[in-house]
C-alpha cells in the first residue's frame, strides 16, 4: 500500500504563486511515476502534470510554462510549483502514484482558489 497525503494548497490572487507538495509513505518502493490532477468545479478530473522514475517531466497544455512538477526523493515528496495562476486554476488538486502491477493510489486533495 502506499499513501499520499498533498499539502500547500490555499487562497491567492491571480499571478500569485502557491508550491503543493505530495509525501509518500508506504511502500515506496514499487511506485513508477507520480503526477497531479485537478477537479475545476462543474468539470471532470483532469490529469495536469506528471513525472517518471527517470526524471521526465510532462504538462497538460493550459499549465506549460507556469508550472513545474519536481520530487525529492530523500523525502519521498513531489511537489507541484504553480506560477503566474489564473482563476481558471481554481479546483481540488490531487497527488496520484502510479506503481507496478496496475496500481494506482490517490490523495484526498487540496483545495487551490485564485481570486480575480
Known amino acids: 500500500q502506499v499513501q499520499l497525503v498533498e499539502s500547500g494548497g490555499g487562497l491567492v490572487q491571480a499571478g500569485g504563486s502557491l508550491r503543493l507538495s505530495c509525501v509518500a509513505s508506504?511502500?515506496?518502493?514499487?511506485?513508477?511515476?507520480m503526477g497531479w490532477h485537478r477537479q475545476i468545479p462543474g468539470k471532470q478530473r483532469a490529469w495536469v502534470a506528471g513525472?517518471?522514475?527517470?526524471?521526465?517531466?510532462s504538462y497538460v497544455d493550459s499549465v506549460k510554462g507556469r508550472f513545474t512538477i519536481s520530487r525529492d526523493n530523500a523525502k519521498n515528496t513531489v511537489y507541484l510549483q504553480m506560477n503566474s495562476l489564473k482563476p481558471e486554476d481554481t479546483g481540488v488538486y490531487f497527488c496520484?502514484?502510479?506503481?507496478?502491477?496496475?496500481?494506482?493510489?490517490w490523495g484526498q486533495g487540496t483545495q487551490v482558489t485564485v481570486s480575480s
Open positions: 496520484n502514484a502510479n506503481a507496478g502491477s496496475m496500481q494506482a493510489y
Open positions: 508506504g511502500s515506496v518502493s514499487t511506485i513508477n511515476a
Open positions: 513525472i517518471g522514475s527517470g526524471g521526465s517531466t
